[in-house]
């Protein structure tokens, strides 16, 4: 199936695929624009809190923090949809697009989802001291360097740059297929990114420069050649900066830009 869609779109995408790329490109666009601007202001939907949190902040901070994992991820997830895309080149275009809108909700879904733990584990950070922050920070800077360096690292993140073995290895037709597809690239997505964004939470305190730090780290991972080596030497130097950090707890008011969580 995957090979026979793939011989009949060689010489190039088909245009329903290039709707979509286009399609995709727009809501990363929009979903950038969206974070660029909110954070100018120091505060993207919540997520500068002081006051007591109520279920509304819960509900905005979620919704933002669903809209930067669009903009962060998204770039680097494209050539596993416009691939999926084209192996779907024989359906009709409305099925076509259904089937990959549905792979995009569920892979976009499920990074949603983690912004509930993000949440409350933002409301914990408002409540630490800020020497026990300086060595929270500087143990979760250690700690993701090393997951940086793990088999489960490496297997997630050749499952991330390999969409056309990821298909081949998944496949399965219909929505159906298109649903499971979604969740199986997510859960690799996550096992590949989950402690760079935890870096994001609790070292970066969700600032503009570690946002674009750590999307231009999460692309070049699964984009750029070497990439394995690109998330060693990401890990190599998470570590030391969180090393630094132990040394230097006062670092930690500079790594966070003086938010608060």
């Excluded at 997510?186 to 503009?208: I, K, N, P, Q």
């Excluded at 699964?222 to 707890?249: C, D, F, N, Q, S």
């Amino acid at each position: 199936m995957i090979a026979a869609s793939s011989h009949n779109g060689e010489g190039g995408h088909d245009r329903t695929t290039l709707i979509i790329y286009g399609v995709l490109l727009l809501i990363t666009a929009g979903a950038w624009v969206y974070v660029m601007t909110s954070m100018q202001g120091g505060d993207m939907a919540g997520m500068d809190m002081m006051m007591p949190p109520t279920l509304v902040d819960g509900v905005a901070y979620v919704v933002a923090w669903a809209v930067m994992m669009a903009a962060m991820m998204l770039p680097s997830a494209l050539p596993m949809i416009g691939l999926y895309a084209g192996t779907l080149k024989a359906a009709r275009v409305p099925a076509r697009a259904a089937s990959v809108g549905l792979f995009v909700l569920v892979y976009l879904g499920l990074w949603t989802l983690t912004g509930v733990p993000v949440y409350l584990a933002s409301l914990v950070l408002m409540a630490v001291s800020a020497e026990t922050l300086a060595y929270v920070v500087a143990g979760v800077l250690v700690m993701a360097g090393l997951f940086q360096l793990t088999p489960l690292k490496q297997v997630c993140l050749r499952h991330c740059r390999s969409p056309l073995g990821f298909l081949l290895g998944h496949w399965r037709a219909g929505w159906a297929g298109a649903l499971a597809l979604g969740w199986a690239h997510a859960l690799y997505c996550l096992g590949c990114c989950s402690a760079l964004m935890v870096v994001l939470v609790v070292a970066g305190a969700m600032g503009l420069p570690w946002v674009l730090l750590i999307a231009s780290s999460v692309a070049a991972e699964k984009v750029l050649p070497r990439g394995e080596w690109i998330a060693r030497l990401i890990g190599a130097m998470l570590m030391l900066l969180g090393g630094t950090v132990a040394v230097r707890p006062a670092l930690v008011a500079a790594l966070r830009g003086g938010a608060a969580m």
